[in-house]
């Protein structure tokens, strides 16, 4: 490390991060698929599709992949309102409480506390994704959060990455 990069993590004050990690504001963000119709109302707006959605095997086995929270919101709006119709052509309706799901605020992830690096006052700083999917007669929830790594990790056979940002399946509810 440079004198000058020594210098700026001074003065940022990098800690530890305090574990368990913990998020006080998420994205949040919905797909759809295998439904004719599909609409959440979470936080005062609707998302989904309200034409035809193709099942999720159209896109392969990596469909969620680069999947992202599109909204901000402090912990945490009433309960998301749910509605869809299957393919079979039947109607649900659900309300999926996202904040008693993650009513300990505790970010779900695969990362130990020994490979998470110092962050700016032992916070990350990244906001949490919460994500939930509506697949034919299957809502699924999930978490997936930015964890910056002490050392670079391989993908695909290279060192080039210095975080974890990985999928964790939270909650399934079948209709």
């Known amino acids: 490390m440079s004198p000058q990069q020594a210098a700026i993590k001074a003065q940022m004050n990098y800690q530890p991060v305090e574990w368990p990690l913990r998020f006080e504001r998420h994205n949040f963000g919905v797909r759809c698929y295998d439904t004719l119709s599909c609409s959440v109302w ?14 999720s095997s159209k896109y392969g086995a990596g469909y969620l992949d ?7 919101f ?19 309706q659900a309300e999926i409480d996202i904040g008693e799901i993650f009513r300990d605020q505790m970010v779900r992830h ?4 020994e490979e998470v690096a110092d962050q700016p006052e032992g916070k990350i700083g990244s906001v949490a994704n919460i994500l939930l999917e509506v697949n034919d007669h299957t809502i699924r929830v999930y978490m997936r959060q930015r964890i910056p790594l002490k050392k670079q990790v391989p993908i695909a056979g290279q060192l080039r ?3 974890r940002y990985d999928l964790i399946l939270v909650k399934t509810y079948t209709y």
């Open 161 to 163: 990455h210095d975080r």
């Open 66 to 72: 680069n999947w992202n929270g599109s909204q901000i």
């Open 110 to 113: 695969n990362v130990p506390r």
């Open 42 to 55: 979470y936080g005062g707006m609707e998302r989904g599709n309200h034409d035809a959605a193709p099942p």
């Open 74 to 92: 402090d912990n945490f709006p009433p309960p998301a309102e749910v509605k869809w119709q299957t393919k079979d052509g039947q109607w649900h």
